[in-house]
């Protein structure tokens, strides 16, 4: 089967059946649910691409929409066009962190790799976050210091309200010779729960480019 929906996709096809359940339950207006109901079609079909799970999907949206139930079910049918993040093997990972010296491994069993557009894992020990993200087709490894301070703030990654911490990474400051500054970014503590609420690539794009030592 052709995996043409990414994770992201995937996520922005699940806000959408939220933002049809939010009208269906709150809107009494019969007029206005048929206009919010068009427009999640809508914007369903254009992130959907054109296959017989994705237009059965678009078709019983109204119906998908009503119930926690159906919906976890229309999602588990969806989730097979998605392409997952892939598992990562402790070789593959220890070239994208070749500095670092004692790699701690992500728990790959807990993470939902069908809704992950990045890999990020924290070492509460050593206070270090760890992400993997896509950068120009290729992957790759962005860490730093993890203050482990909850705060309630914007991410920089999924640009949701949430609990944040302080995450400051080393880059190079530019024209100086191998000095390195510290760059520090508000960014959800659990990443599991931002891929999950990450439905464009923009922010995660400008994250990375930020904070890529280069
Ligand atoms: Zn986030």
Not at 117 to 139: C, E, F, H, M
Request: include cysteine; charge should be positive; hydrophobic fraction near 35%.
């Amino acid at each position: 089967m052709d995996k043409q929906l990414q994770p992201h996709e995937f996520v922005a096809i699940k806000e959408q059946v939220i933002i049809l359940n939010k009208a269906f339950n709150s809107v009494n207006d019969k007029n206005v649910k048929a206009v919010v109901q068009a427009d999640v079609v809508e914007t369903a079909k254009s992130i959907l691409p054109d296959t017989e799970i994705a237009t059965d999907f678009l078709n019983q949206l109204p119906e998908i929409a009503t119930s926690r139930q159906r919906a976890e079910r229309a999602f588990k049918q969806l989730a097979e066009l998605v392409t997952p993040f892939p598992e990562l093997s402790a070789n593959q990972l220890g070239k994208l962190f070749k500095k670092v010296k004692k790699l701690p491994e992500p728990k790959w069993e807990n993470l939902d790799r069908h809704e992950m557009t990045y890999l990020g894992w924290n070492d509460n020990g050593s206070q270090k976050k760890y992400i993997v993200a896509p950068r120009d087709g290729k992957l790759v490894g962005i860490y730093g210091d993890f203050d482990p301070k909850p705060l309630n703030g914007l991410c920089a990654i999924c640009h949701q309200l949430g609990t944040v911490s302080m995450f400051l990474s080393k880059v190079k400051s530019r024209g100086a010779d191998g000095n390195y500054t510290k760059r520090g970014n508000l960014i959800c503590r659990d990443s599991s729960l931002c891929n999950a609420q990450l439905s464009s690539l923009d922010h995660l794009a400008s994250f990375v480019e930020t904070t890529l030592v280069k």
